[in-house]
């Protein structure tokens, strides 16, 4: 199975502020990787697929990069509805993996 | 637009089975590839299986193989998804979600169910 690892696996930030988050994959998969959004009690939705296309309705201060092993969502000035957990997740093989998340917090 | 919507709560004793439903409006099943992921309290995201359009069969993740089974009724556009030999790490809200195509990404996702592994 392919292991997807988060990092940081949490992290505070202020409103405006500019935040990076990565990925790691323990292969090469191309740009076989999605960010998803969850807020608490709710269903994940997506926001970045294929490593850096910004999926239909998402804001343009989401964005994602990185090819092979390496990705990273950068989220440009901060909104109060972005403090939320963020997962990445490989779909280059079956089982599909998702990383461990990262919690997004207000300072 | 693809709406689903999951049937309620469960609550189960070990070694029981539980068969959860998502009901799909928008778009009929046939043109969907719908997947399960579920989610222990407190934890992170693991994907159950789903079909795979390519070879018109359902994978599953080896961890839940022979006890889990993924089942269709296009009649009502309905999905179900029922775990047998339930034990209480089975604890979790699990999800339905739909697969653009096969790609192996999940863009629209049922509201989750919570199915409660208790004796």
């Known amino acids: 199975d392919i292991q997807m690892t988060q990092s940081p696996s949490s992290l505070s930030a202020s409103v405006g502020d500019r935040v990076t988050i990565t990925c790691r994959a323990s292969?090469?998969?191309?740009?076989?990787l999605n960010w998803y959004q969850q807020k608490p009690g709710k269903a994940p939705k997506l926001l970045i697929y294929?490593?850096?296309s910004l999926q239909s309705g998402v804001p343009s201060r989401f964005s994602g990069s990185g090819s092979g092993t390496d990705f990273t969502l950068t989220i440009n000035s901060l909104q109060p509805e972005d403090f939320a957990t963020y997962y990445c997740?490989?779909?280059?093989?079956?089982?599909?993996?998702f990383g461990q998340g990262t919690k997004l917090e207000i300072k | 637009q693809v709406q689903l919507v999951q049937s309620g709560a469960e609550v189960k004793k070990p070694g029981a089975s539980v068969k959860v439903s998502c009901k799909v409006s928008?778009?009929?099943?046939?043109?969907?590839?719908m997947h399960w992921v579920r989610q222990a309290p407190g934890k992170g995201l693991e994907w159950m299986g789903g079909?795979?359009?390519?070879?018109?069969?359902?994978i599953y993740a080896l961890k839940f193989q022979g006890r889990v089974s993924m089942t269709e009724d296009t009649s009502t556009d309905t999905a179900y998804m029922e775990l047998s030999s339930l034990r209480s790490e089975d604890t979790a809200v699990y999800y339905c979600?739909?697969?653009?195509?096969?790609?192996?990404?999940?863009?629209?996702w049922g509201q989750g169910t919570l199915v409660t592994v208790s004796s």
């Open positions: 979600a739909t697969d653009p195509a096969g790609s192996g990404l999940f863009d629209f």
């Open positions: 928008g778009h009929t099943l046939t043109e969907l590839s």
């Open positions: 079909f795979d359009p390519e070879d018109g069969e359902r």
């Open positions: 292969q090469i998969i191309s740009d076989y």
């Open positions: 294929a490593a850096s």
């Open positions: 997740q490989q779909s280059y093989s079956t089982p599909y993996t």
